[in-house]
């Protein structure tokens, strides 16, 4: 048990040791304007160069992403069927979709979903 503790209390040094090397070294040492300034071919920016963005386009990417990655969760649902009880993977199969349209309709009650206020 000694080793184990051992083990994981040494890991935990060099992972901080590693962490605090690299934010040190990391640091911008001189921090000058016209570095910080976008570049346009030695020409001063006709614009901002911080353009402002969406955050409805950000929300309905992540609403996207996360639905996505549960319809992959999903998939391979349809090749365990030979494997399992067909009550079981029915059941299994409709409470992870029932979950799904939950998280649907509560995005859609709090106006997610809506592009346009």
Same mark, same amino acid.
């Given at each position: 048990? *000694?080793? +184990?503790?051992?083990? !994981?209390?040494?890991?935990?040094? $060099?992972?901080?040791?590693?962490?605090?090397?690299?934010? @040190? &070294?990391?640091?911008?040492?001189?921090?000058?304007?016209?570095?910080?300034?976008?570049?346009?071919?030695?020409?001063?920016?006709?614009?901002?160069?911080?353009?402002?963005?969406?955050?409805? *386009?950000? +929300?309905?990417?992540? !609403?996207?992403?996360?639905?996505? $990655?549960?319809?992959?969760?999903?998939?391979?649902?349809? @090749? &365990?069927?030979?494997?399992?009880?067909?009550?079981?993977?029915?059941?299994?199969?409709?409470?992870?979709?029932?979950?799904?349209?939950?998280?649907?309709?509560?995005?859609?009650?709090?106006?997610?979903?809506?592009?346009?206020?």
């Amino acid at each position: 048990m *000694f080793i +184990l503790y051992l083990i !994981i209390s040494s890991t935990l040094i $060099v992972t901080a040791l590693i962490m605090i090397l690299s934010t @040190s &070294l990391s640091k911008k040492t001189i921090i000058d304007r016209e570095k910080m300034s976008p570049f346009e071919c030695g020409f001063d920016p006709k614009a901002s160069a911080r353009l402002p963005f969406s955050l409805r *386009f950000f +929300l309905i990417a992540v !609403i996207f992403l996360i639905f996505d $990655v549960e319809i992959t969760l999903l998939l391979p649902l349809a @090749s &365990l069927t030979p494997f399992t009880n067909i009550f079981a993977w029915g059941t299994s199969g409709m409470y992870f979709l029932i979950v799904l349209l939950g998280g649907l309709y509560y995005e859609w009650y709090k106006g997610a979903l809506e592009w346009s206020n």
